[in-house]
C-alpha cells in the first residue's frame, strides 16, 4: 500500500480559488514547501463540484486528498460548495479547509456550521502568507492522517 | 300708583334737610331726580360739572336733553306694567347709555336708577357715572385682543366659546358670530374640552393650574373641515360667570414644517454619514485585495531576482515594494478606523489590564527593539469593547514607543478613579514631546507632524484613538511639551456605572 506525501506518491490538492493572482502565489508557496503536491486548480463552484464527481471532461483526475476552499466564488458559492462536499457520502471524508480574505465573524460560524475542517484567512503580507502555507503543509500534509480507503478504489467513486 | 310698591317717606323738597343736601353735593357721581313727566326737579354739583349746565339751566328741564335715549324710555310705563315696575327691574342693575353736553358732545354714562314715592308723584333718581375712562380701557384691552397676532377664544365651563378675536374667526374660517356660543370641540376637536373639565378630585381651576404656560399642542379644525397643528396656551380668569378660560391659539403649521424638514435634513445627513463609513469600508476593503496582488508580486520579483537584474531594477523594485505595503497600512488603519465608526457598540465588563497586556504582546517586537519600559500600576475592570480597548492602548503606547528620543522609551499607564464613576487613563512617556500649537492637530485624519524619514505611519493612529474614546462615552486629551514627554488621558464608564 502506498500513503500520498510519502514513498514519492502525489499528494493530490484541489484549489477552489477564482483569482489567478492568488492561484499563482499558492502554487508558489506550495512549490516552495512541499514537491510532492500535485496541485489541482478549478475557478468556480460548479467547476469543483464537476471534479469531484467526475463529470464534464473530468473523468480521469484523481480524488483529491484535500481541499483548498475560497468563499466568495463566482457561479456556485464557496459555501454551497461546502455543503454538498460534507452532505455527500463519498465526499465528506475529504479534509476541506476555507482559505479566504474575510475575516468576518458571519462567515467564520457559517463555515463551521457546515463542517468545514478549519477556517484560514489569507494574510495580506507575502511573508505571512508563506508562513500560513508552510503550516498548512506541516500539520494538515505531515502530521494529519489522512483516510486511505477511497484512494484503494484506484480514485474512482464506488 | 302701584300698590305693591312699597310705602316711603315723602320728601318735602321745600323744607330739605341741609344735611341730605350736603350729601347729595358730595356724591362722587352726578346725581339727577327727574318727575313722572321727565323733567329734572333736582340735581347735583357733578350734575352740573358732567353735562357743563348752571343749575338753573337744568332745573325743569326735560331730562332727554341730557340723555337723549332710553333713559325717558325707561320712565315710561309700558301698557301692562308702571313706570315703577319697569325702574324695579333696573334698579340695582347699571344701565349703559350716552350723555350730551350742553356743547353737545357726547360721553358713555352708567346709570342706576331707583324710585322715589314723594309728593309729587313717584320720582326717580339717577345716579350717573361718567364711564369714559372704563370704555377707554375696554377699548384698549378690545383692541389688543383683537390685535393679538393668535387666534384668542375665551370658553366658559361648560366649553362654549364667549368671545374671541379676528385672528379666531380668520383661523378658523367662521365668522363671529357662527363661533360665538358654539361648543369649543367644533374648533378643537381633541384634547382641550379635557383639559377643561375637571375630573372626579380636582377642580377645572386647579386642572388648569397645571397647565398654566404650558404649550400644549393639539389639532384644530376649520369650517371647511380641514385640520392644522396648534399650539395653546391656556389661562383661567375667574369671573363672575364662573371660571371662563382664555386660550391663546397658535397656528404652528409652519414651525411643524420647519420641524420635520429638519428632522428631514437630520435623517438625511445621518445617511450620507453612515453611507460615508460604508464606502469607506468598502473602499478600503476592496482596494485591498488588488493591492495585494501588487504588494505580493513585487515582493516576489525582488525576491526572486534581488542581484540578478542591475542596480536600478533593484532600486525600483525596492520602490515598488515599500510604496505597496505602505498603501496596505493606510488601508489597514482605514479599514479599521471605519469599522470603529460602523461597529454596534456593546461595553462588556473587561479587564483593562488585561487589555494592556495584549496590547504590549502584539508590540513585543518594538518593545524589545527601543529597550522600552512599560509600567503600570494594578488596572481596573471597565465597561468597554474588550478588542477596540486593546488597540486604543496599542496606539498610544506605540506611539510612546515610536516617538522617543535618544533614551529608552520609559512608559508609564495609570487608571484613577473620577467622578460619574468613571476611571481616567493616562499614558505617559518621555519621548520628544509635542508643541501645543499641534494638539488639535494630532487627532485629525491623516495628520502627521513629522517626515517619513523620520518616523513612519499613515496619520491614522491617534484619528482611531479619539474614535474609540468616543464610542466609549469620552474625549482624548493630550499634554505635552517639546522634549518633556507627552501624556495621553481618556475615561472608560467603571463597572459600576451605567455605560
Known sequence: MKFPGKDGVAIELLLVEDSPGDVRLTREAFQEANKNIQLHVVSDGT???????????????????????????????????LRIIKTD?????????ILTTSVAEADIVKSYELQANCFLSKPIQLDEFDVLVRSINDFWLKRVKLPQQAKNLDGKIP | MSSNVPARTPIQFSGYDERCRALLEAAPDAMVVVNESGKIVLLNLQAEKQFGYLRDELLGQAIKNIIPEGFAERLVADGTRSAAEALEQQIGTGIELVGRCKDGSEFPIEIMLSPLDSAEGVLVTAAIRNISKRKHAESMY????????????????????????LQAEKQFGYLRDELLGQAVKSIIPEG???????????????????QIGMGIELVGRRKNGSEFPIEIMLSPIVTAEGVLVTAAIRNISVRKATESKLAETVQGLKRSNQELEQFAYVASHDLQEPLRMVASYTQLLGRR????????????????????????????????????????????????ESALQQALTNLRVSIAESNALVIHEPLPDVLANGPQLVQLFQNL???????????????????????????????????????????????????????????????????????????????????????????????????????
Open chain 1, 89 to 97: 457520502e463519498h465526499l465528506k471524508t475529504i479534509p476541506t479547509i
Open chain 2, 397 to 499: 503606547v506605540g506611539n510612546s514607543i515610536k516617538y522617543r528620543t535618544a533614551k529608552a522609551p520609559r512608559v508609564e499607564v495609570k487608571a484613577s478613579q473620577v467622578a460619574g464613576g468613571r476611571w481616567l487613563f493616562a499614558i505617559s512617556d518621555n519621548g520628544i514631546g509635542i508643541e501645543k500649537v499641534h494638539f488639535d492637530r494630532i487627532f485629525g485624519m491623516f495628520q502627521r507632524l513629522h517626515g517619513r524619514e523620520e518616523f513612519s505611519g499613515t496619520g491614522i493612529g491617534l484619528a482611531i484613538c479619539q474614535k474609540i474614546a468616543e464610542r466609549h462615552g469620552s474625549g482624548i486629551t493630550v499634554e505635552s511639551e517639546l522634549g518633556q514627554g507627552s501624556t495621553f488621558s481618556f475615561t472608560l464608564a467603571g463597572t459600576g456605572s451605567e455605560p
Open chain 2, 192 to 210: 382641550f374640552a379635557e383639559r377643561l373639565v375637571a375630573d372626579g378630585n380636582r377642580t377645572a381651576a386647579e386642572a388648569l393650574a397645571q
Open chain 1, 47 to 81: 467547476e469543483a463540484i464537476a471534479f469531484l464527481r467526475h463529470e464534464n471532461g473530468y473523468a480521469h483526475v484523481p480524488r483529491p486528498d484535500f481541499i483548498l476552499l475560497d468563499l466568495n466564488l463566482p457561479k456556485m458559492d464557496g459555501r454551497e460548495v
Open chain 2, 305 to 352: 531576482y534581488q542581484g540578478r537584474l542591475d542596480a536600478d531594477a533593484d532600486e525600483f523594485i525596492g520602490f515598488a515594494v515599500d510604496g505597496a505595503k505602505r498603501m496596505q497600512s493606510l488601508i489597514q488603519d482605514l479599514l479599521m478606523f471605519s469599522r470603529i465608526g460602523t461597529q454596534k457598540m456593546v461595553l462588556r465588563e473587561t479587564s483593562s
Open chain 2, 142 to 165: 378690545r383692541g389688543l385682543l383683537e390685535a393679538a397676532p393668535d387666534a384668542m377664544v375665551v370658553v366658559n365651563a361648560a366649553g362654549k366659546i364667549v368671545l374671541l378675536n
